[in-house]
């Protein structure tokens, strides 16, 4: 936010730096983009999708990327072979950390944060598609997803303190109660114990439940019907959803107030007033 509220610009999309993320080749998940919306895919089934540091790095700077693509305009994660994301891989990541000293975990622990960071801050909506098991920081790539689409069948485990660690990592003592309330949220990091799917729903953890059979295609209806939307407006949308955390709510109005004013100079706007007269459905170009 500048001094005013207002949000701030970045200056590369100020100079129309924007550049397709078609053509991107990820090398350690799948990637893809068809019909304006992105799809990543953890795609390591025989271990139920871990992470490693490369991993974890290439998701941040993909996600980092995406405020300057033109191409996409909602994103789906999920995982290969029934499991979302097992998190961190205890033989390429666990057994590492354990011989590193204070600076070196320091340097992990900012990097996994800055994925969040990253995922937060890209503007498009992301909506994760949640089956089998969704652990560590699989549990924590879900929670800081716009959206949570999860099947009956899932597991949901924030298990930081069943490795000897605390439950504050990578801003989950900050987002988590937002999303499921401050009790819940600190019975899930103290006790680690899993969330099931229907239980996630009723939390709010889960947006839908749906069946295994369905959970990509509902996860692709919902990022379409974000997609059909006026692009721009839900960038904004999602940068005061973010931003409004530290506010006051005099702080948030006024915030409120210049981000509507300025989605209001928008020819998704216009697009949309001209299509209400004319009782037609209005087509949003996200500009």
């Given amino acids: ?75 789906v994660i999920g995982g290969a072979g029934g499991n979302f994301c097992s998190g961190g891989d205890v033989h390429e990541i666990i057994g590492p950390l354990v011989r590193l000293k204070a600076p070196e975990l320091l340097m992990f622990t900012r990097m996994t944060g800055d994925l969040v960071k990253a995922m937060r801050a890209c503007p498009q909506p992301i909506v994760t598609a949640i089956d089998g098991v969704c652990a560590g920081a699989g549990a924590i790539i879900a929670m800081a997803s716009d959206l949570r689409v999860g099947t009956a069948r899932s597991k949901t485990a924030f298990l930081f303190n069943r490795v000897g660690l605390a439950g504050c990592d990578m801003g989950a003592c ?31 953890f889960f947006n839908l439940l749906v069946d295994p059979a369905r959970l990509e295609e509902e996860a692709l209806a919902l990022a379409r019907d974000i997609a059909a939307g006026p692009t721009f407006a839900n960038g904004i949308t999602k940068t005061m959803l973010h931003q409004e955390w530290a506010m006051t709510i005099e702080q948030a109005i006024e915030a409120e107030a210049q981000a509507q004013a300025i989605c209001m100079l928008t020819q998704d706007f216009t697009r949309a007033y001209e299509a209400f007269a004319a009782k037609q459905k209005p087509r949003f170009e996200g500009n």
């Fill in 174 to 204: 900050a987002m988590l109660p937002r999303i499921v309330g401050q009790g819940r949220a600190s019975e899930l990091l103290y006790t680690g114990r899993s969330l099931g799917g229907e239980e996630a729903e009723r939390w709010g």
């Fill in 1 to 75: 936010m500048n001094d005013k509220g207002a949000p701030r610009v970045d200056p590369a999309l100020a100079a129309g730096n924007t550049r397709p993320a078609a053509g991107y080749e990820a090398r350690h998940f799948a990637w893809s983009v068809a019909d304006g919306i992105g799809r990543i895919v953890l795609n390591r089934p025989e271990r139920k999708n871990p992470l490693t540091f490369d991993s974890y790095a290439e998701l941040r700077d993909l996600f980092g990327n995406l405020k300057y693509a033109d191409d996409v305009k909602a994103i």
